[in-house]
C-alpha cells in the first residue's frame, strides 16, 4: 500500500500541461504532444466505462483490480457512481471523446482516500497516469482530502513510480 501525502504536491498545474477551457473541461498535452481533455465523471459515461474497461489488455486489468477476470460491470457503475465529494472521479478523453483514462479517489476517514487510476494500454508512458492524479489531488484537495492511499501490486512498477 502507498501512501501519498500533501497529493497536490505532486505536479503543479504549470508542470502539468494543462490549461483550463469552457465547460468544465481541462486540456493537457501527453509526452508525444497528443493534446487530452479531462473532465468530471457522470452518470452517464458508465457505458463508456465499461467499454474501456473492457478494451484494457488481461495485463492491465490484474494490475488494477487484482484480477484479468473482475466484474467489470460492477467497477463500471462504481466509477459512474462518483459524487464529486466523498468520491471523485475525473475522465481523460482524446479529440474523438474516446476515453483515454480515468482516475477516482473515494474518501476512506477524514482527510484519507484511497485512490484507482485505469490508462488506456495505447496511451501508457505518456504522463497520463501522472496528469490524472495531479488533477485528481487538486480536487481532492478542495474536498480537505490530503492523503491518497492506493494498493498497487508489488510489481506494478509503473504505478508505483506515478505514486512516487
Known amino acids: 500500500m502507498a501512501v501519498l501525502q500533501n497529493p497536490t504536491h505532486t505536479m503543479s498545474p504549470a508542470s502539468a500541461g494543462t490549461r483550463r477551457e469552457p465547460e468544465g473541461y481541462v486540456t493537457a498535452r501527453l509526452r508525444d504532444g497528443t493534446e487530452i481533455r479531462i473532465r468530471h465523471v457522470t452518470g452517464d459515461d458508465q457505458p463508456a466505462l465499461l467499454a474501456f474497461m473492457q478494451?484494457?489488455?488481461?495485463?492491465?486489468?490484474?494490475?488494477?483490480?487484482?484480477?484479468?477476470?473482475?466484474?467489470?460491470?460492477?467497477?463500471?457503475?462504481?466509477?459512474?457512481?462518483?459524487?464529486?465529494?466523498?468520491?471523485?472521479?475525473?475522465?481523460?478523453?482524446?479529440?474523438?471523446?474516446?476515453?483515454?483514462?480515468?482516475a477516482a479517489c473515494v474518501r476512506m476517514a477524514g482527510a484519507r482516500?484511497?485512490?484507482?487510476?485505469?490508462?488506456?494500454?495505447?496511451?501508457?508512458?505518456?504522463?497520463?497516469?501522472?496528469?490524472?492524479?495531479?488533477k485528481l489531488a487538486r480536487e481532492a484537495e478542495q474536498k480537505q482530502i490530503r492523503h491518497f492511499v492506493a494498493e498497487v501490486l508489488p510489481e506494478n512498477h509503473e504505478m508505483l513510480d506515478v505514486f512516487h
Open 113 to 134: 482516500a484511497e485512490v484507482a487510476i485505469e490508462v488506456d494500454d495505447t496511451h501508457r508512458h505518456q504522463g497520463l497516469a501522472t496528469i490524472l492524479i495531479a
Open 55 to 102: 478494451h484494457l489488455s488481461p495485463d492491465s486489468r490484474r494490475m488494477r483490480f487484482f484480477s484479468p477476470a473482475c466484474d467489470l460491470r460492477a467497477a463500471a457503475k462504481w466509477a459512474a457512481s462518483a459524487d464529486g465529494t466523498d468520491h471523485i472521479g475525473i475522465l481523460a478523453l482524446d479529440d474523438r471523446s474516446q476515453l483515454l483514462g480515468h
